[in-house]
């Protein structure tokens, strides 16, 4: 049985990565992944929070808001970065993303990542991951080349997808109309040997069995194993030759 847009249960929407969507910020990636599509900025800054002076490591730190329209109705300005949601969200950016990163390495420096929900189709922390990586390997890389800092920097691709539950069936990376149906969803972040950082997961209505989560970690496996390609291709179309490990 096909999926509303066509799919199969196992198969991503396309994906598509646009690397320096913007001129100005130090890593910048448009990335689409079906209807939703996020711009994941980073701007580094030579300072750290206080309490991370006395280490002489660096910090990585995300935000995440919805524009006023990238939803079907109009998301207030204030909600959109700064609601509830949204803070979750952007602690679980970066958490994910300095799994990638060595931050003893980046010394007295702050990445921030800026994520940006353009348009929202299901899967927006996902995609937020998953091209913030992109933003950060850019902005990183750019200052490995120009001797700021040391090649091993980056340590690992991290990615992100969705994975739900649907008419007793389990499906990989979730529109909008499906995770709205969702019986069960998933979040699922994994670094490219394999590694959890973060799985989110709720049973909507019936609670699920051990078995149906084994289907559904594999299933994000599979499907992150697929991003993690997309990532090394878009990255290597940019010149970045590291963090493919």
């Known amino acids: 049985m096909t999926r509303i847009d066509g799919r199969t249960d196992d198969e991503l929407r396309p994906v598509r990565f646009d ?6 910020p130090e890593g910048s990636v448009l990335v689409e992944m079906g209807g939703t599509r996020v711009l994941c900025n980073v701007s580094v800054e030579e ?4 309490w991370r002076e006395a280490s002489g490591g660096g ?32 602690r679980l950016i970066g ?42 390997a850019l902005a990183l890389w ?21 994975v739900g539950v649907l008419d007793g069936r389990p499906l990989l990376d979730l529109c909008y109309v499906e995770d709205a149906s969702a019986e069960a969803d998933l979040n699922v972040v994994m670094t490219s040997n394999g590694r959890f950082v973060e799985v989110q997961g709720t049973a909507e209505g019936s609670p699920f ?37």
């Open 95 to 136: 958490r994910a993303l300095r799994a990638a990163v060595d931050l003893d390495q980046v010394g007295l420096h702050t990445l921030t990542v800026d994520c940006d929900v353009l348009q929202a189709d299901g899967g927006t922390r996902t995609a937020a991951i998953t091209g913030g990586y992109v933003a950060v």
């Open 142 to 162: 750019r200052m490995i080349e120009g001797g700021r800092l040391p090649s091993d920097t980056l340590l690992t691709p991290v990615a992100a997808v969705s």
């Open 59 to 90: 910090w990585l730190t995300a935000e995440y808001a919805l524009l006023p329209r990238s939803t079907h109705t109009r998301t207030p300005r204030s909600a959109g970065a700064g609601g509830a949601r949204s803070q979750e969200v952007r």
């Open 47 to 50: 300072k750290v929070p206080a």
């Open 19 to 24: 690397t320096d969507f913007i001129l100005y």
């Open 209 to 245: 069995d051990r078995s149906m989560l084994d289907q559904l970690l594999n299933l994000a496996d599979s499907g992150i194993q697929q991003l993690l390609r997309y990532q090394q291709e878009a990255l290597g179309k940019a010149g970045v030759r590291c963090g493919s490990h």
